[in-house]
């Protein structure tokens, strides 16, 4: 597996989690060169860009999550976060991690937000 997905669960409605992507098996060098991104697919929708950090360090989110959701990377332990505040039940999806030069995916994290 190249990216190892974690950190989903259930939480209320206003509630915090914070998922990471691993990548497990990208050496050092072509992870720092990596565009990574996370997605999401909520039941009978299409995955959707939730939030992507460059090699450069920028960073860009949807609109939808601007302001509640944080991309980070950490070089040291190759792996990338992202903080979910203020959670929503339409937050409710399976995300999943992105490398998006190499093309691979993680293997999806269910995160489930009650009202």
């Known amino acids: 597996v190249q990216l190892q997905a974690s950190g989903g669960g259930l939480v209320q409605a206003g509630g915090s989690l914070r998922l990471s992507c691993e990548a497990t098996r990208m050496i050092l060098s072509t992870f720092s060169a990596e565009p990574m991104g996370w997605y999401r697919q909520a039941p009978g929708k299409q995955r959707e860009l939730v939030a992507l950090t460059t090699s450069a360090g920028t960073t860009d989110y949807a609109a939808s999550v601007k302001g509640r959701f944080t991309i980070s990377r950490d070089y040291a332990r190759k792996t990338v976060y992202l903080q979910m505040n203020n959670l929503k039940p339409e937050d409710t999806a399976v995300y999943y991690c992105?490398?998006?030069?190499?093309?691979?995916w993680g293997q999806g994290t269910l995160v489930t937000v009650s009202s």
């Open positions: 992105n490398a998006a030069r190499s093309g691979f």
